[in-house]
């Protein structure tokens, strides 16, 4: 079982930096894929980023690609998703989940963080 919680969110103006953390409880966080959702009002959930329990196997939204970047601690049970030159379109609240491997497919991490509001103004 993994619990997952995040900090980090917050409102900034475009061109900020924010960096949001997820800090998993459970002895088998490092064999974990890790996701970042976000989902916008009225809008589907996105999957933003992920990266596999071992280094290497990574994904990017286009729309995030280049600026967002996910990491993990494995030290510290955490992953992290930094994300510079934050646009007004990136405002969503933004969702952590961990699962057996990389997908886009929400059902396929049985884990969730409780989410976290990021709010960019232009």
């Known amino acids: 079982q993994v619990q997952l919680v995040q900090s980090g969110g917050g409102l900034v103006q475009a061109g900020d930096s924010l960096r949001l953390s997820c800090a998993a409880s459970g002895r088998t966080f490092s064999s974990y894929a890790m996701g970042w959702f976000r989902q916008a009002p009225g809008k589907d959930g996105e999957l933003v980023a992920a990266?596999?329990?071992?280094?290497?196997?990574?994904y990017y939204a286009d729309s995030v690609k280049g600026r967002f970047t996910i990491s993990r601690d494995n030290a510290k049970n955490t992953v992290y998703l930094q994300m510079n030159s934050l646009k007004p379109e990136d405002t969503a609240v933004y969702y952590c989940?961990?699962?057996?491997?990389?997908?886009?497919?929400?059902?396929?991490?049985?884990?969730w963080g409780q989410g976290t509001q990021v709010t960019v103004s232009s």
């Open positions: 990266l596999s329990g071992s280094v290497g196997n990574t």
């Open positions: 989940a961990a699962g057996p491997s990389v997908t886009r497919w929400l059902r396929d991490y049985p884990y």
